[in-house]
Nanobody
């Protein structure tokens, strides 16, 4: 069993910042990478950012330069620092982890960017 606990979502004004975190626990031997995806209403789920345990990152084009992903390999936790938030960043943000040949998703945390 793999447990993913996401936190940090909420309401923020345009231009503001928010930090998401996702802690992985349970049978996570072989954990190789963690990341974030998001899904806005009526849209497909899309890549936000991923990071390997060695620190190699990959960002979606819409967030590059505004969001920063980081990983704590001791705590098995991934963070997403989101700056200069825009209304179009409003979505449910999902944590995703890769271990062995499997991938697991969190339940999601809602981020709303609005006045």
């Amino acid at each position: 069993q793999v447990q993913l606990v996401e936190s940090g979502g909420g309401l923020v004004q345009p231009g503001g910042s928010l930090t998401l975190s996702c802690a992985a626990s349970g049978s996570i031997g072989g954990l190789s990478a963690m990341g974030w995806y998001r899904q806005a209403p009526g849209k497909q789920r899309e890549l936000v950012a991923t990071i390997s345990r060695s620190g190699v990152t990959n960002y979606g084009t819409s967030v590059r330069g505004r969001f920063t992903i980081s990983i704590d390999n001791v705590q098995n936790t991934v963070y997403l620092q989101m700056n200069s938030l825009k209304p179009e960043d409003t979505a449910v943000y999902y944590c995703r982890v890769w271990l062995g040949g499997m991938t697991y998703w969190g339940k999601g945390t809602l981020v709303t960017v609005s006045i």
